[in-house]
Nanobody, 124 residues
Framework: QLHLVESGGDLVQPGGSLRLSCTAS????????IGWFRQAPGKEREGVSC????????NYADSVKGRFTISRDNAKNAVYLQMNSLTPEDTAVYYC?????????????????WGQGTPVTVSS
């Protein structure tokens, strides 16, 4: 199984911004599509955004469209999630996941490697 590490989670005020990072060790991410997912307390894990292996195709949950941007830098072996205009409803643990294909997916069951998550709290 691949080793993924998320970072960048923090406590932020409503309207603020954060950038999450997902990095890999022991393998290169450029052959993997990556998804960002989140799980709020008492709720099921849900898809936030995903990106194809080369970065040419992305998708977003309706709840984050226009506020979040996914990107990747394969030279740095990293995938990012820029989150702007954060609201308390964005509070959750955010996970990145990898699937060994070029095609992105918002279906969490199609991913087989997961990081441990990074917590994001949006509160005043």
């Amino acid at each position: 199984q691949l080793h993924l590490v998320e970072s960048g989670g923090d406590l932020v005020q409503p309207g603020g911004s954060l950038r999450l990072s997902c990095t890999a060790s022991g393998f290169t991410l450029n052959n993997y599509a990556i998804g960002w997912f989140r799980q709020a307390p008492g709720k099921e894990r849900e898809g936030v955004s995903c990106i194809s292996s080369r970065g040419g195709s992305t998708n977003y949950a309706d709840s984050v469209k226009g506020r979040f941007t996914i990107s990747r830098d394969n030279a740095k072996n990293a995938v990012y999630l820029q989150m702007n205009s954060l609201t308390p409803e964005d509070t959750a643990v955010y996970y990145c996941a990898a699937r060994h294909t070029s095609f992105r997916s918002m279906n969490l069951y199609e991913y087989d490697s997961w990081g441990q998550g990074t917590p994001v709290t949006v509160s005043s």
